[in-house]
């Protein structure tokens, strides 16, 4: 036995890198080339060892392997870059979870319109209790529909009290075809409270714009709000003047109770306005709004009108039917002291914040007397006027001759606005005012709102006043041609018109006639930028019972007579602006009082539910 130690066997380098390189030569299917025991060398012979049989086809194999090992991963690499390109360019579905909606139709709810009432005062003709407003008289009530189904209630609650002369709410049942409509009207002789107001049962709301008015000496502008509804409304207003907003103390959180009517003075929250616009929303419950406005001048009554809601701000308004009526009469009384607002103007507010650039056009319903125009800037925030013969040109005598107009308002910014005019009528010969100097006109005013064209056929009573004008006013740029007809009033009770006897020429049903309105002015307006039209009467289309073709060209108007007591149905007046208006002269007085008539809103359209 050798004492000389055992040298352990250590592997070749090259056993080890096939170890390393490739487990898989291990396996059955792929055996490594089998070396016999016969060639290993004896134990201890490490100084002296055999060489070994070259193993060259195993390198080969291993290079081989090792060569597709790179194919393969630069294929699987370019397969994951394809992958995630594609997966990049596709579109992938969204995360997140959709909101639960439900659609949900509500039950068509009644329809209702309230009618202001009579005109008010505060105080009693003496003068005293003069923070107590009182009714004064009571006016007639057209209502439509005339068979009965008109359920008509008072307000018996609120600031002046109920009784005769009340607010009247006027409902009809849902599922109803024809919305109701109302006319009130009435003809005052009351100190301070002298003329002809006319307006229309309006639809409650949460937003009334109001133009019209005026808070100076010898001006009286009341606030009427009603809310016929079973909820209390919480109203704030907004108004502009000449100067801008006005930071009105009391102007929000004014509760009009359920059932009940608020009579306010608009001097109370901004005094000596000369042109106010009103804008009055409300929380909770619906109201109705309209403005009582009235003139005195010295100790002459200058006329009294209540102006209903005018169309909210846009960049495009149409005035219809806006009546000149005594227009020598009050052209000579301009020069009278504080008779500088008898003039017919224009007014405008901008309640943005960039001011305006606003063009107006006078077009005459009588084709022969030419148009005009004139633009004005208005300040943001604020309110402005302009004489509605801004445009015309001329020497002498009346600037716009008695008729019906249209009024196109075109603006930059949206606008809201209105028109007043004022009828007149000259005193007799050597007459004398309280101070022995020449007696002032016997004077009327009324204001006409800017109208919101409609959406359909139209039908409403024309009140009892006489003289009764149906402006048709076109803003588009195509004529269009409706059927007016004509049907007599009823005098079965609630639910129906009163019939009187009409003050106007009549040729029989689907006629066409020439008349002249009292006063009929004749001097022809020219227009900067326009033609003059030759004198001539004013030309109305006259609509006695039945029916009537009538054609209102584009951008104009059309001035329909029509009985006093009827109901008018208008049949195609889809796109038009539709208004009525009311005046006369004679017997010592002048009358004059205008109304738009305003499309219904939707009652029962779907609406989107996000539980």
């Known amino acids: 036995m050798s004492d000389s130690p055992t040298t352990p066997e250590t592997p070749e380098p090259e056993a080890v890198e096939s170890e390393a390189l490739e487990p898989e030569s ?62 990049g360019l596709a579109p992938l579905p969204s995360i997140g979870v959709t909101p639960l909606a439900v659609t949900v139709t509500p039950q068509p709810a009644d329809q209702v319109r309230v009618c202001s009432g009579s005109l008010v005062r505060f105080g009693d003709a003496s003068g005293g209790d003069a923070d107590t407003p009182r009714r004064v008289g009571s006016p007639d009530l057209a209502v439509t529909p005339v068979d009965g189904s008109v359920a008509l209630t008072r307000l018996e609650a609120g600031d002046a009290g109920g009784g005769e002369g009340a607010p009247t709410v006027l409902t009809l049942p849902a599922g109803s075809s024809v919305p109701p409509a109302g006319v009130q009207t009435q003809i005052v002789l009351d100190p301070g409270l002298t003329g002809l107001a006319m307006t229309a049962c309006s639809e409650p709301s949460s937003t009334n714009w109001l133009v019209g008015g005026s808070t100076t000496t010898g001006r009286t502008t009341l606030l009427l709000l009603a809310n016929p509804g079973d909820v209390d409304a919480q109203v704030s207003l907004d108004i502009w003047g000449e100067s801008g907003a006005v930071a009105a103390a009391g102007a929000r959180g004014i509760v009009v109770a359920a059932g009940t009517q608020r009579v306010l003075s608009l001097a109370g929250f901004a005094p000596d306005l000369t042109a106010p616009v009103v804008r009055v929303t409300s929380r909770g419950g619906s109201v109705a709004a309209a403005l009582q406005t009235s003139v005195v001048r010295g100790i002459t009554d200058g006329g009294v009108d209540v102006v209903g809601p005018s169309a909210a701000p846009g960049l495009d308004l149409v005035v219809p039917g806006v009546r000149i009526l005594g227009s020598g009469a009050v052209a000579n009384a301009l020069a009278r002291e504080g008779w500088d607002d008898a003039a017919a103007i224009v007014r405008l507010a901008v309640p943005g914040a960039d001011p305006a650039k606003v063009r107006v056009t006078l077009v005459p319903d009588d084709p022969s007397v030419g148009s005009s125009f004139f633009e004005l800037d208005v300040d943001a925030g604020a309110t402005a006027e302009a004489p509605l013969d801004s445009g015309v040109e001329t020497e002498s005598g009346a600037a716009i001759p008695d008729g019906s107009y249209t009024v196109l308002i075109e603006s930059d910014q949206p606008v809201v606005g209105g028109v007043r005019a004022t009828a007149a009528l000259e005193p007799p010969a050597g007459a004398e005012d309280e101070f022995g100097g020449p007696a002032a006109p016997a004077s009327d005013l009324a204001w006409f709102p800017a109208a919101v064209p409609l959406g359909g056929d139209v039908e409403t009573p024309t009140g009892t006043a006489s003289g009764t004008l149906l402006a048709l006013a076109n803003p588009g740029e195509q004529p269009v041609t409706v059927t007016v007809r004509v049907d007599p009033g009823s005098t079965d009770g609630a639910g129906s018109v009163a019939t009187s006897a009409s003050s106007t020429a009549s040729t029989g049903a689907g006629s ?96 989107v539910v996000h539980p």
């Open 26 to 87: 291990r396996d059955a299917g792929n055996p490594e080339p089998d070396v016999s025991e016969s060639d290993a060398p004896p134990v201890g012979a490490s100084a002296a060892r055999a060489p070994r049989a070259p193993r060259a086809p195993g390198r080969a194999r291993r290079a081989a392997l090792l060569g597709l090992r790179v194919v393969a991963g630069a294929v699987a690499s370019g397969a994951a870059v394809v992958t995630v390109l594609v997966v």
């Open 512 to 607: 066409t006639a020439t008349t002249s309105q009292p006063g009929a002015g004749t001097t022809s307006p020219g227009a900067a930028g326009t033609n003059s039209g030759a004198a001539s009467a004013d030309a109305v289309v006259v609509a006695a019972t039945g029916e009537t073709r009538v054609d209102v060209p584009a951008r104009g108007g059309v001035a329909v007579v029509v009985p006093a007591g009827a109901v008018v149905h208008v049949v195609g007046a889809e796109g038009l602006a539709v208004g009525l208006s009311a005046g006369s002269l004679g017997d010592g007085t002048a009358r004059l009082a205008a109304l738009a008539l305003a499309p219904p809103r939707p009652l029962s359209a779907p609406v």
